[in-house]
């Protein structure tokens, strides 16, 4: 079943068009990934799925609702939420305040209940609840960041570049908890620079150039394409 | 040994600087969520003194609810004046909108034209005139502590503005809507991301900024004993370098100079003649413009 549908979506900002009739599907419970290299919209089409950003022409449908253009605390609290490129956490608030914030959009009942979730996931932020935010290094604000969109119990969870500027071995963590979070329940839209291992962990996949989708199918053909092969996984695959 | 006039003249300063310190807190709150200074701050201020003044001419209530009714007003005030000079120029779809400068010039005339029409109006249904408090709210009478007179007015102040900076400290620190605040002040996108209704918190923002505003106006009018349509705007000044000493968005910056300013204040009294006195605030201004240009508490938060 499809849970977000994106049809012929155009955005434009200024003179200049951005995104050209993007069509894209997420299954419930997939991994679907984006790639594409630097400057092509990926993170236009990422903040337009939150409603960051308007859409010009088109339309996008979430859990079967219209969600075009909608005002983007409405688009979270219908259970689509976004760790942003960036990380965007509040770096001057304690963590704790970060993931209480990241909750917004539930019943304060629940608050206490995903916190406790969200930390069995990420048992290391539960020993910094009181630390300010800013002062984690990269990974942990990397963790944070998804944490925090975690406690807005997302049916569908937009990760954009979670794995950048990272050190490999954190890298390869939050991919592991890609695969966690999906084993969840939780279907995952990920934008990555690093192909390789987001084709490694996705169903199906996307390639985006120049604001239009390009190619797409099953993540495995696509990892076996000669001109994926060459543009973005660096030649012949081991 | 202690001079007691010079302590006095500490206490009334404190005085002062809390009254300035609740408006430079409804300053900073606003430009921490917008980047913007309202410049119909010292209005709400004013229109406070006057709501008082009418509840105290008709009803006669006790003293809790002229205030309570002060910041009621004051609440409506401020969403009133987001939705007129503040709301219609801003458009909520990137981060450059919310924060840009065109918005922010935009607004400084805006929020200049609502305090304006705000002044006259009043001036227009109260007259230029001072009018004066019932002598049975006035706050001024004296209380001995040994060798030291102080005004029943010095200690209603203290009280009424602890008890708000503590009920503020609460919201911001225990309350989603306090939580919001503080996110949608220090990332605006962020804040999106995490599902925050902007809006709604930047209008939370006006309304508890107003508030404070407006109780900080009838407390005055009561310990002067006069109100006029013109009393908002010497107090906002001051308010507004307090707001800029203390590095625009920090509210503790914001208090502890409001405070130092009172104290200024009131202590060049001792030397100069009190005409000087108003020359303090820009003295401290144009020093900290000088020499601390992110504010003496300043975390150099970028200003584009």
Redesign the interface.
């Known amino acids: 079943m499809t849970i977000l549908k994106l049809e012929d979506v155009d955005v434009r900002m200024g003179a200049q068009q951005v995104l050209r009739g993007i069509t894209l599907d997420v299954g419930e419970k997939a991994v679907v990934t984006v790639i594409g290299s630097n400057g092509v919209g990926k993170t236009t089409l990422m903040r337009t799925i ?5 859409c010009t022409a088109g339309s996008i449908t979430f859990l079967d609702q219209p969600i075009t253009n909608l ?3 409405r ?3 219908q259970g689509l ?4 490129e960036g990380r ?6 304690t963590v704790r ?1 970060n993931l ?3 909750a ?2 539930r019943p ?1 009942a629940e608050v206490s209940r995903q916190l406790e979730h969200v930390l069995s996931l990420f048992p290391l932020l539960g020993d910094r609840l009181r630390q300010k935010a800013g002062s984690l290094s990269g990974g942990e604000q990397q963790m944070l960041c998804i944490g ?2 975690l406690m ?1 119990k997302p049916r569908l969870l937009l990760l954009d570049e979670p794995s950048l500027g990272l050190a490999p071995l954190m890298v390869q963590s939050i991919f592991d908890l890609i695969g966690e979070i999906r084993s969840q329940g939780t279907a995952i839209l990920l934008v990555e620079q690093n192909a390789r291992a987001a084709l490694r962990i996705s169903d199906y996949a996307y390639v985006m150039e120049g604001g239009r989708i390009v190619l797409e199918g099953p993540a495995d053909e696509l990892s076996a394409d000669d001109r994926v092969q060459s543009a973005y996984l660096g030649g012949k695959a081991h | 040994m202690l001079d007691i006039y010079f302590v006095q003249q500490i206490i009334n300063g404190l005085s002062i600087g809390l009254v300035y310190a609740l408006m430079a807190i409804g300053f900073t709150l606003i430009f921490g969520v917008l980047n913007v200074v309202n410049f119909a701050h010292g209005e709400v201020y004013t229109v406070g003194a006057f709501v008082g003044l009418l509840l105290i001419t008709w009803v006669a209530p006790p003293l809790l609810v002229v205030v309570l009714a002060a910041l009621a007003v004051g609440a409506v005030t401020g969403v009133g004046l987001e939705r007129i000079a503040f709301k219609p120029f801003r458009r ?3 981060e450059a909108s919310l924060r840009s400068r065109a918005m922010r010039e935009a607004t400084l005339l805006s929020s200049l034209a609502a305090s304006i029409v705000a002044r006259e109006v009043m001036t227009l249904v109260f007259g230029a005139h001072m009018q004066t408090i019932p002598q049975a709210y006035l706050l001024q009478r004296p209380i001995a502590i040994g060798p030291l007179s102080i005004t029943n007015g010095d200690v209603v102040i203290f009280g009424a503005s602890l008890a708000m900076l503590a009920a503020l400290q609460f919201m911001l620190f225990r309350t ?1 809507i306090g ?2 605040i ?2 949608v002040s ?2 605006p ?10 809006d709604r918190a930047i209008i939370a923002t006006f309304a508890i900024g107003s508030m404070l505003g407006a109780a900080a106006g009838i407390l005055v009018g009561l310990y002067d004993g006069t109100i006029t349509p013109q009393m908002g705007f010497a107090p906002g000044i001051k308010a507004f370098v307090a707001m800029v000493m203390g590095g625009l968005s920090s509210i503790p910056g914001a208090v502890i100079c409001a405070l130092i300013l009172g104290v200024a204040e009131s202590v060049t009294t001792d030397f100069l003649a009190s005409g000087w006195k108003d020359l303090v605030a820009y003295a401290f201004l144009i020093v900290t413009l000088v020499f601390f240009p992110q504010g003496i508490f300043g975390v150099g938060r970028e200003r584009a």
């Open positions: 939150s409603g960051i950003y308007r005002k983007s605390h688009i979270v609290r939420v976004q760790a942003p965007m956490i509040f770096g001057p608030m305040e209480v914030l990241g917004i959009s304060a925090r969109a807005a | 909520f779809r990137d989603r939580l919001s503080r996110a220090n990332s996108m962020g804040a999106r991301f995490v599902g925050i209704d902007t």
